[in-house]
């Protein structure tokens, strides 16, 4: 006769082999999904030729939002960089979000800014804004500045959204670097189908890349840890999650480092909510909600080869919140837009999207958690069956080894911006390690994001100090 | 073996296999996509030394009385050593070398002209090249489609108009772009007649590509654009009235003016609208004044725009009333348009500014700054 411990052990030990084999399977979908988008990518891009969207008189416009908030270190050269952008009509305009250090004074100095007269129509509610600027320099005329009281990204990204004065507003982080034809391919999409009402980039990580004039010049890895295993992470998170969700209109998260909207749309769904830390997956999982209630046909989509370069976390610290903001964010939104789960008058979201990042992104933790804490406690009873355990450790390291490759395996058939073999080596080596301390690391912090939101119901950002793109000799 | 382990086995023999499937995938690709590439360079380099060679080679001047075939003659006989090295080849070896030979001649064809691309094209006929490429517009994958679509019009092959003006209906856009290009490439501006009428439903991104095509004629595109209004297809109507204004042709200003009075479509009538301020023909400005009291608020808009661009004095009380009674978007539209109309203008946007409504006063105040008249010393 079994025990009742021995029942309860076997019907755990089957909930976590489901688990597994679900998990598992999404992910085997997503890259398999992934695949097929990127070839059609892949062939459908060789046949467009973007330089004329700058020739074109019939390109839309494009208003460029910046918040920024204490970033003196690199206001100055990000601006820079975003007013030589290759694309036909464009604005930029940067929200200072009351910054506390000399970010509102370098770019008053650094571009001859002069308060302007402007009517501001606050379609969506922000804090109090202070002043407008503009630049009396011709070269800046497509520059605006806005200063407003601190309320937080989403109240600056509000903020820029009530200024802009064209009809497509790309929300980007002000620290972050676009390429030069990054515009034209993230409008494309636009163009391309009007039912598009918000597109995303990818993001990569710049941490190890030559930066010259606010470009990326020459992409190499970085020669510390952490960056790579973000690369890897990057990978897996855009190539191969969101270019799956996108192909059947389920992308939930469009980074807020880089994404293109219909202002319009982005209004008529509340803007961005200043009450959550995830205010770019929260904005868009609202307009699918706004668009599917509305019974509006309409599509959200990723595309593979815009890219915004950033700069990753290279301390365990910062590293450490910015995971614990992203799983809040995650939470937040999730929480919010509960009443979409299982629902199936959201379609695709409701019945797939949403019971995704719910159970594998924002659950997986958790069960992992509970999964290394059981194996602990059963050691310590003496029940565990040991050869058993590492045997399934085995087959989740393969697992995880598995995706990491695909995702590796993505970025190799498609856009190959690592041009060595030594950096593709670094990175499937990478795939592996990840596995043994930084994915587990990464889990606690995941862990202490629900304990945050819960328990000391912390609900900002955090700080994240840039040291500035690495520039070259 | 109990059940559990099975599992787990049958778990970790899945996993191994997708994990060596992938690495060895990647490893495979890797290496043949390199040598791939590495063949594919070796044979058209060596295709493209012998294609200079012929095509760059002298021939005799023929004989006053020889027919028009002499030449062709000619051409078959420096082709013949190459034609003789294809049809020794095994099929699969043959396929890969007319590929390369194919690269080579598109390459070529990019950059001669006269007797040389003549040459050239008679080349691709004899090989059977352009009918190569004509089946492959029937393909099923629609990139192989595009990229015949885009071959043949870079290898002037006149015998495609006719498959390439049926591709224009293709249920995908880059093939039906690509077939518009090469179309106009083979018959210049009066291909625009056909694209015009075969497209339906051109996405905006079509219409910038197409545009750029439009603008490479200017004004001998003109009497296809007027065509293009007729158009029961309401994208292609928009385009039409669109590179018409762009073009900034006059003659097309009757057409315009009647589609802004009296066409069916609101988005169309707005649309004529703005091209008439575009063009700033003094004939439809009766028509603008009496639209900048129209209800559809569009229409309206593009009417305030249009006087605005031509600077009418005329218009400056119907302006008036909207920057008092429209919204604020209106209201600096119309005031944009205020000022352009001169110094009557200004000096009634400096009355305005110091109006009790905060609104109109901000209003005001943005304009002049605008149009770099200090506010204070107006």
């Known amino acids: ?473 | 073996m109990s059940f559990q382990i099975f599992l787990i086995l049958a778990l970790a023999a899945t996993a191994t296999f997708f994990v060596i499937v992938i690495s060895i995938g990647l490893v495979v690709h890797k290496a043949l996509h390199s040598k791939k590439t590495q063949r594919q360079q070796n044979l058209y380099t060596e295709y493209s030394q012998q294609v200079a060679e012929v095509i760059l080679q002298d021939l005799p001047v023929l004989p006053e009385d020889s027919t028009a075939s002499g030449v062709f003659d000619q051409y078959e006989i420096l082709l013949a050593p190459l034609k003789d090295k294809l049809e020794k080849m095994s099929k699969g070896k043959r396929s890969l070398n007319r590929k390369a030979v194919k690269l080579a001649l598109i390459d070529f064809a990019k950059d001669v002209a006269g007797e040389t691309s003549d040459r050239l094209v008679y080349f691709c006929y004899s090989l059977g090249l352009v009918d190569d490429e004509i089946k492959l517009l029937e393909s099923k994958n629609w990139w192989d489609r595009a990229q015949a679509a885009h071959d043949l019009g870079v290898l002037k092959a006149r015998r495609a108009v006719t498959p390439l003006a049926k591709t224009l209906e293709d249920e995908n856009p880059d093939v039906r772009i690509q077939a518009m290009q090469s179309l106009v490439i083979l018959g210049g501006v009066h291909s625009l007649q056909t694209i015009l009428v075969k497209s339906r439903n051109i996405s905006q991104w079509t219409a910038i590509e197409l545009s750029i095509i439009v603008m490479r004629f200017k004004e001998e595109a003109v009497p296809f654009l007027i065509d293009g209004l007729k158009s029961s297809d309401q994208s292609i109507v928009l385009f039409c009235i669109e590179m018409l204004a762009e073009i900034g042709f006059v003659s097309a200003v009757e057409s315009l003016r009647t589609m802004a009075r009296d066409y069916p479509n609101v988005v169309i009538r707005a649309k004529a609208v703005e091209a008439l301020g575009r063009l700033g023909d003094q004939r439809a400005e009766g028509l603008l004044v009496e639209l900048l009291a129209n209800p559809f608020p569009n229409l309206r808009y593009k009417a305030i725009e249009a006087v605005g661009r031509i600077g009418l004095r005329s218009a400056l009380s119907p302006l008036e009333e909207r920057l008092r009674a429209g919204p604020l978007h209106e209201k600096i539209l119309a005031a944009r348009s205020i000022a352009a109309a001169g110094p009557e203008g200004i000096s009634l946007l400096t009355s305005i500014k110091n109006a009790e409504n905060d609104v109109l006063r901000g209003v005001a105040h943005q304009v002049l700054e605008e149009f770099h008249i200090d506010p204070s010393l107006a």
């Open chain 1, 1 to 473: 006769m079994m025990t009742i411990i021995e029942i309860l052990l076997q019907a755990f030990f089957y909930g976590v082999i489901a688990y597994f084999i679900i998990v598992n399977l999404s992910y085997t979908i997503l890259l398999m999904l992934s695949y097929r988008e990127i070839l059609y990518y892949m062939r459908h891009n060789s046949f467009s030729d973007y330089r004329i969207t700058v020739q074109s008189e019939l390109t839309p416009p494009i208003s460029i939002l910046a918040p920024a908030y204490n970033e003196e270190a690199t206001v100055v050269e990000s601006v820079r960089s975003l007013l030589k952008l290759n694309y036909g009509k464009y604005e930029v305009i940067v929200v200072n979000d009351g910054s506390k250090d000399a970010t509102l004074d370098r770019l008053l100095q650094e571009y001859s800014l002069l308060p302007s007269n402007q009517v501001y129509e606050p379609a969506l509610t922000t804090k109090h804004v202070r002043d407008i600027y503009k630049s009396n320099k011709p070269a800046y005329r497509n520059l605006v500045v806005v200063d407003k009281e601190n309320g937080g990204k989403a109240d600056a990204l509000n903020a820029g959204i009530n200024v802009a004065q064209y009809a497509n507003v790309c929300a980007i982080d002000a620290d972050s670097l676009l390429e030069d034809d990054a515009l034209q391919k993230v409008m494309k999409p636009f163009l391309e189908d009007e039912r598009v009402v918000a597109s995303g980039g990818i993001v990569r990580i710049a941490n190890g890349c030559e930066v010259v004039n606010g470009r990326v010049t020459k992409v190499a890895l970085s020669n510390k840890f952490l960056p790579i295993f973000q690369v890897v992470e990057y990978f897996r998170a855009f190539l191969s999650g969101r270019m799956a969700w996108q192909g059947v209109n389920g992308l939930l998260i469009i980074s807020g480092a880089f994404g293109m909207f219909k202002r319009d749309v982005v209004i008529e769904a509340g803007g961005y909510n200043h009450e959550t830390v995830g205010e770019d997956m929260e904005l868009v999982a609202r307009i699918h909600r706004t668009k599917l209630e509305k019974k509006e046909p309409y599509r959200v989509v990723f595309v593979p080869d815009p890219v915004c370069w950033t700069e990753a976390p290279e301390s365990v610290r910062i590293l450490s919140r910015q995971r614990n903001r992203w799983h809040r964010g995650l939470l937040d939104t999730l929480l919010i837009h509960r009443k979409m789960l299982f629902n199936k008058n959201y379609g695709v979201i409701g019945l797939a999207a949403v019971p995704y990042f719910l159970f594998i992104e924002l659950l997986g933790p958790v069960f992992e958690f509970v999964g290394y804490f059981s194996t602990i406690a059963m050691l310590a009873l003496g029940i565990l069956n040991i050869n058993m355990t590492i045997l399934f450790f085995i087959v989740a390291l393969f697992y995880g080894v598995m995706f990491s490759v695909g995702a590796v395996l993505l970025e190799e058939i498609s856009f190959q911006r690592y041009p060595k073999a030594r950096d593709l080596a670094m990175l499937l080596s990478f795939g592996v390690l990840e596995n043994f301390g930084y994915r587990q690391i990464t889990l606690w912090w995941r862990m202490m994001a629900f304990y945050d939101y819960f328990v000391k119901g912390v609900r900002t950002w955090g700080t994240m100090q840039r040291k500035g793109f690495s520039r070259a000799a």
